[in-house]
């Protein structure tokens, strides 16, 4: 029986037979890797998604965490699902041979978490934000750090989080207010508070390590003066297991519409509940250089945000096979030809409202996994590539996708829930149903590490823009690439070609016009409906790829990407047109209107 968390055909089809996974075990970095180990991760993955997480996802939702004033208690599963993680090997997966880990190429790691984040997106926050914590210090840590740090979360025995926003800083990191106290024995004290600390405190682990932003006394004001320390839950002891409790606590927790398995935290640092070493303060060690801490925290962020989009992707691709098993399964009504008493009802999908809601999920989240997977495979060539330049250009276009690669999943794959929950019918809406804690779960994700409005705000006034829009025209080129393949195949493709060439077009001029009057906040008024333009032209080049790779083969999956891609460049990418009219026309109707008629 078909899996309903994700689809392994077609992840070995965007793997196999799109972005050549299998041709980067030519490479050195992955010389040790075949296929066949390739294969084997996928199918383990799968299976323990399946068996060990999916169960208990709704649980996750009904038994969300809990604070006692002293303790954080987490639904007992999630532990058990995390130790099964670390046991079999997962934790380490696409981590580095140096720490310890198994050195699978990106694009597979991606591939493999997505089974988890489809099964339950409140445990794998864990895991990933861990991986993600791992990864920075390996970048910007000391050699001592990561002996301290990375290998025991490379192990799974320790997790991870990143505390970046406070309470009355929010999304603006100018106003954070943690300061961190240089101590004589070249640690710092760290006094303050985080917001929103995704897995910020629970038992699941030995110890927690924590990435805080904060200032140093006399730095530069606003982000020039955000520094960046490890800070961990316990202190590490001469044998570097955990020892003395830091001074850093939770205050509460927040409880929210969905995503309700992970902790989600106000952390309290230097309160004086805890005194290590004989004083109050969190101890912590700078990571790096002084004042460079914001630099460095987005080699963790812009890894977030993919992972948000994955995360995005996966939930709804879940919710779009369940609504698709639904509706094979559900009789109700008679086709318009056949309206008489007498007549057998149908399955909905038989009805072609239905089809239109599944056909459009299915563009919304194919589209969206490939986009991901194209980019894990970037970072692939980042890491691997024997060519400089291909490292460049693959780290440029990377750059420049990031903000879509979020905010586009975020925004459409939500949209995909939505029509599994209208699919099932007054079904859809009711706990018994899968579709509805989806819905909610993945509502968050427009949020998540940078609003959907800071993504628009990066794209249009930095990622568009600098170094005379280098990387926006390196996408723009690499897209016509495509396009160049597609047309050579004629019918469908070379069709579909010509509506991307205009849209990549438009994707260029119209950031060019934006910035044309010479009034930044003019252009920045409309860098949302931008960034969803360009977010649409990216996925109709995802679809492009997709076709060109299906071409030439027969059968119901191929099929079904034509149809798909069809579908998409025939209803979504025309929306396009007018919103980059009013991004190129300067449209200053948000701007002028006042606050106080708001």
């Keep these: 029986m078909a899996s309903t968390l994700l689809s392994a055909r077609?992840?070995?089809?965007?793997?196999?037979e799109w972005l050549g996974a299998e041709e980067l075990t030519e490479r050195p970095h992955y010389a040790e890797h075949s296929r066949e180990t390739f294969d084997g991760a996928l199918e383990l993955a799968e299976r323990v998604a399946t068996d060990h997480f999916a169960p208990h996802n709704k649980t996750n939702d009904t038994d969300e965490p809990r604070f006692d004033g002293e303790q954080v208690h987490v639904n007992p599963e999630v532990g058990e699902a995390l130790k099964v993680y670390a046991e079999t090997g997962l934790s380490s997966l696409g981590m580095p041979e140096s720490v310890g880990g198994a050195q699978v190429p990106h694009v597979v790691s991606s591939a493999?978490?997505?089974?988890?984040?489809?099964?339950?997106?409140?445990?794998?926050?864990?895991?990933?934000?861990?991986?993600?914590?791992?990864?920075?210090?390996?970048?910007?840590?000391?050699?001592?750090?990561?002996?301290?740090?990375?290998?025991?979360?490379?192990?799974?025995?320790?997790?991870g989080t990143m505390c970046l926003s406070e309470p009355q800083a929010g999304s603006s990191l100018a106003d954070i207010t943690t300061r961190a106290e240089p101590a004589e024995d070249g640690a710092f004290r760290l006094f303050g508070n985080k917001m929103w600390i995704s897995a910020g405190d629970h038992e699941l682990s030995e110890n927690i390590v924590h990435l805080v932003l904060a200032k140093l006394p006399g730095g530069p004001p606003g982000v020039k003066g955000i520094s960046l320390f490890v800070v961990p839950k316990y202190l590490p002891g001469p044998d570097g297991a955990p020892d003395e409790r830091n001074d850093v606590v939770p205050a509460g927790l927040n409880h929210k519409m969905g995503y309700?398995?992970?902790?989600?935290?106000?952390?309290?640092?230097?309160?004086?509940?805890h005194t290590p070493q004989g004083r109050p303060g969190a101890i912590g060690h700078l990571v790096g250089e002084a004042h460079q801490g914001l630099k460095y925290m987005f080699h963790m962020m812009n890894g977030a945000r993919i992972g948000v989009g994955a995360g995005a992707t996966a939930v709804g691709y879940t919710g779009y096979l369940?609504?698709?098993?639904?509706?094979?399964?559900?009789?109700?009504?008679r086709p318009a030809a056949a309206k008489g008493p007498g007549a057998p009802q149908v399955p909905i999908i038989e009805h072609t409202d239905v089809r239109r809601m599944l056909l459009a999920q299915k563009s919304y989240v194919e589209g969206a996994m490939a986009l991901v997977l194209y980019s894990a495979r970037l970072v692939d060539d980042t890491l691997s590539h024997e060519d400089a330049r291909e490292r460049e250009r693959a780290e440029l276009l990377l750059d420049v996708l990031t903000p879509i690669v979020k905010s586009w999943p975020s925004q459409w794959c939500v949209v995909a829930n939505d029509l599994a929950i209208q699919v099932h019918g007054g079904y859809g809406y009711t706990?018994?149903?899968?579709?509805?804690?989806?819905?909610?779960?993945?509502?968050?994700?427009?949020?998540?590490e940078g609003t959907h409005g800071i993504q628009g705000l990066d794209l249009l006034g930095r990622k568009a823009v600098q170094d005379g829009g280098k990387r926006l025209s390196l996408l723009v080129e690499q897209a016509r690439g495509c396009v160049r393949r597609a047309r050579a195949l004629g019918g469908q493709e070379a069709e579909h070609a010509e509506l991307l060439e205009s849209a990549l077009e438009r994707t260029a001029h119209t950031a060019a016009a934006a910035w044309s009057g010479g009034r930044p906040e003019v252009a920045l008024a409309n860098a949302t409906p931008y960034l969803e333009a360009v977010g649409h032209v990216v996925l109709a080049w995802m679809w492009l790829e997709q076709s060109v790779a299906a071409s030439g083969h027969e059968g119901a999956f191929y099929d079904g990407k034509r149809a798909a891609a069809r579908y998409f460049f025939r209803h979504e990418l025309p929306r396009t047109g007018p919103?980059?009219?009013l991004v190129a026309a300067r449209?200053?109707?948000?701007?002028?209107?006042?606050?106080?008629?708001?």
Aim: aromatic share 12%; charged share 25%.
């Design 112 to 159: 493999c978490n997505a089974w988890f984040q489809a099964a339950n997106l409140g445990t794998s926050a864990y895991p990933f934000l861990t991986s993600g914590n791992a990864r920075l210090l390996l970048e910007h840590g000391t050699q001592e750090q990561i002996d301290t740090f990375v290998r025991p979360m490379v192990e799974g025995r320790w997790t």
């Design 322 to 333: 369940k609504s698709l098993a639904y509706a094979r399964e559900r009789v109700q009504g």
């Design 10 to 16: 077609d992840l070995r089809f965007l793997l196999y």
């Design 431 to 448: 706990r018994e149903y899968d579709v509805e804690q989806h819905y909610r779960d993945n509502r968050l994700n427009a949020i998540h």
């Design 587 to 598: 449209e200053t109707t948000v701007l002028d209107t006042p606050a106080d008629l708001l």
């Design 579 to 581: 919103q980059f009219d």
């Design 260 to 273: 309700r398995g992970t902790v989600n935290a106000l952390l309290n640092f230097g309160e004086g509940r």
